[in-house]
């Protein structure tokens, strides 16, 4: 009977955990975070996948950071993958917009540097009037070789530091999930990463 009770509790358990991934999931979906999207290029034909930013872990701070990574590929230039940097903030912050420069990669100690080549592009939402304020959003991004994200997808030990005008953020980008069961930015990218070979293992094949 008593064995019969654990069982039950530890389902519960886990029903309840799933259900609050879950949610936290659908939640980040609805506002634009860790969404895959494929689309053909009117223009050359390329077929482009693309995944928006999502959260970055730092254990020092409450929750997910200030800075979210996401990417994009392009079927004529299959060999790199662009990551894309983002800061989100707002105007009732002392940093409401951020210069994004660079992005260190460490693989279970390999290190690796990408500079950005282009000027931070920065956005704003229009006036909240419940929350009083214009949040803003500032976004840059490091061209990668592919086999670099690969690892990265697969690697025990993974940590990412964004650097900015304002200096740098550090982050723990190989944890699935911040305590509380919000999805971090790697398993969106894994799931652009299966998009991205599905595509290449097609061109393979017919090529």
Not at 85 to 108: G, H
Request: with cysteine; glycine share 8%.
């Amino acid at each position: 009977m008593k064995k019969t009770g654990l069982c039950l509790l530890v389902f519960l358990a886990v029903a309840a955990l799933n259900g609050c991934t879950g949610m936290a999931d659908a939640m980040s979906q609805m506002g634009g975070m860790g969404v895959v999207t494929e689309k053909v290029s009117t223009f050359d034909g390329a077929k482009v996948v693309e995944v928006t930013p999502q959260f970055l872990y730092n254990p020092k701070r409450l929750g997910g950071n200030s800075y979210r990574l996401g990417a994009r590929w392009n079927s004529l230039s299959p060999e790199y993958v662009a990551l894309i940097m983002e800061y989100s903030s707002s105007t009732s912050m002392n940093s409401a917009y951020v210069s994004l420069t660079e992005l260190n990669v460490n693989i279970s100690g390999s290190i690796y540097s990408y500079k950005a080549t282009d000027l931070t592009d920065h956005s704003s939402s229009g006036w909240n009037s419940i929350s009083k304020t214009i949040y803003t959003t500032s976004m840059n991004s490091v061209v990668v070789p592919f086999e670099l994200l690969e690892e990265m997808l697969t690697a025990e030990d993974v940590r990412l530091r964004v650097h900015s005008g304002d200096g740098y953020e550090d982050s723990v980008f190989s944890q699935e999930r911040i305590p509380g069961g919000q999805a971090t930015a790697l398993l969106s990218l894994r799931e652009f990463m299966s998009r991205v070979q599905a595509i290449r293992e097609g061109a393979a094949i017919s090529g």
